[in-house]
Structure formats: C-alpha cells, structure tokens
C-alpha cells in the first residue's frame, strides 16, 4: 500500500502561530510517499537510512508507528519512504512523512482513518517529537489548500509565482520553537508584541493573496521576515540570501521554522550558490497512490 502527503510553505506567521496567533499556509507539489508491505520484522527505510523502530534517525516515523500500534498492533511490515521535499528546509518534509505513514498503515491494516483522524495522531507525533507546535504542518499536510490557521477558513489563492531558494542549511524546528520560547520567557511583552503585529501582517496578507497583488505581498514578506530574524529565527545564509534578493530588487522571508533552510519570494528567481526551484500551491491533501 502506498500513500503520499504534500510539504508545505508558510507564507504568513510562522512562530507566532504557536502562540495563538494566524498563520497563512498552502499545500505544495512536492510529495513525501510511504509504501507499507508484509515482512518479517519491523523495517523503515528512507534517505535517513535502514532501521527498525528508532526515535533518532527515524523520529516521526517511529513514533507514528508507535500511536498507530495503539489503534492496531504494527508488526512484521517493510516501510519504505521516499520524497520530493528537501529534508530539513522548512518545507514541511516532517508532517509530511508522518502523515503518509499514517495513511499507509490505515491502508496496510485496513483501519478506517478519516483526514480529521489521521490530522490528530499526526499532530499527537509532532508534540511528541516536538515538544510543542502548532499542529499548521500536519493539518495542511493531512488535509492539503491553502488556509488561515487556527479558524481553518479556506483561501482561494490567486495564482501565485513562488520561488524557494533552500540554503542548504537544515532547519531543526524542536529548536528553533525552544529559541523564541526562551526568548519570550525573558522578554515576554516585547515577544508579544512582535506576535501581535505578525499576526496583523497575515491577516493583511489574506486580501492580497486573493488579489494576487505582488507588490503587497513582497512588502508583507520583508516585514514578517524582519520580525522572524528579531525573534533569533534567522542565520547567516538566509541573511545573505534575503540581502542578495534585495541587491536585485526583491524580498524574501525565511518559510517555516528558520535558523536554516529556505526562503520565499515572489517572480522567478536563479542565485548561483543556492538550490532555487519553482512551487505552486493548493495541492492535494494525503492520498493512496494507486500503483
Ligand atoms: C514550522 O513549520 C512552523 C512553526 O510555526 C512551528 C509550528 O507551528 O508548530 C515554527
């Protein structure tokens, strides 16, 4: 049996979504596919490696299968994955991977998973890779679009030309989410207040999403990006990407966690040191992929 997720961006209100403020986020077209099959131990393979159950190289997937095993027992089953997203960019290769091992289990032992079920335990592993999270990753993963997160409202997007530059720099979101939870502990009313006017930034970005308007976003991109990097959230290849944008006269922001991994911005973009690639948005949500 084999299933698939899609990765994700963050356009808008990364961190601050954490602590109850907005976030605009959109499904990708890269895909992370898992493929269950009868065998005799319990195997995972994936670009990480050839383990059996194992918390350190294989985090989300071992403790999906370990919540799973509390619906129906895993055993004796060769799970192999294999992805589209960059791993550790910010992409949402993560949820990803989880919600795919999720979908492909239900398959596997025919246990009837709907998305809001799969959307549950899946946000269950992330809390416990985690630590703490807001569930955007695995609800977009699971349920694919594009939404403003917590009210789960639908956005219709205009169609939007995205460019991601990966620094090549893994972005590790247990991290980076422990930083501005320190930071927030010793500078709470400053933190707040950044909280409050990234929120105010996504919810503006709404209406230029639906208008397509660039120019709005591009200027709503370098004012969030700014507030990421005066929360700690950025280094020093997104910044030398983000000041290579402006040297031609676009902006740029740093999409999911920071302190590595990718950036954002708008048009059609080629910088000879990084890995850029084109995205488009609103894909498909968790699927069987029919062999
Ligand atoms: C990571 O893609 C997004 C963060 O806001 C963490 C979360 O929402 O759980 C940094």
Not at 39 to 63: A, C, N, Q
Not at 67 to 90: H, L, M
Not at 183 to 199: A, M, N, Q, W
Not at 217 to 228: A, K
Request: include cysteine; hydrophobic fraction near 40%.
């Amino acid at each position: 049996m084999i299933a698939s997720a899609p990765g994700k961006v963050i356009l808008f209100g990364e961190h601050a979504v954490v602590y109850g403020r907005h976030a605009l986020v959109s499904a990708i077209n890269l895909r992370c596919y898992a493929k269950v099959e009868r065998h005799r131990g319990l195997i995972i393979e994936s670009p990480m490696g050839k383990t059996g159950l194992d918390f350190k190289v294989h985090p989300y997937v071992s403790w999906a299968v370990k919540r799973f095993s509390e619906i129906k027992e895993v055993k004796d089953v060769y799970i192999k994955i294999w992805s589209e997203i960059p791993i550790a960019s910010g992409l949402g290769s993560s949820s990803a991977v989880t919600v795919a091992v999720l979908k492909a289990l239900s398959l596997f032992y025919d246990v009837d998973l709907d998305r809001e079920d799969v959307f549950e335990i899946a946000r269950r592993v992330e809390l416990d890779v985690q630590g703490l999270g807001s569930g955007t990753d695995p609800f977009v993963s699971t349920f694919g679009g594009t939404w403003l997160i917590p009210e789960r409202r639908r956005i219709n997007v205009k169609d939007l030309d995205l460019t991601v530059v990966d620094t090549g720099r893994p972005s590790i979101t247990s991290e980076m989410v422990k930083r501005v939870a320190d930071l927030r502990e010793k500078y709470g009313d400053v933190v707040e207040k950044i909280f409050d006017t990234i929120d105010s930034i996504t919810l503006s970005g709404i209406k230029h999403l639906e208008r397509g308007d660039e120019g709005g976003l591009s200027f709503l991109f370098r004012t969030n990006h700014l507030l990421l990097k005066a929360l700690g959230v950025s280094c020093r290849e997104i910044d030398e990407v983000v000041e290579e944008l402006e040297r031609r006269g676009k902006f740029g922001k740093l999409t999911g966690a920071g302190g590595g991994g990718s950036v954002i911005t708008i048009g059609d973009v080629d910088l000879n040191k990084y890995k850029c690639f084109r995205v488009s948005l609103n894909a498909e949500g968790v699927r069987e992929e029919k062999v």
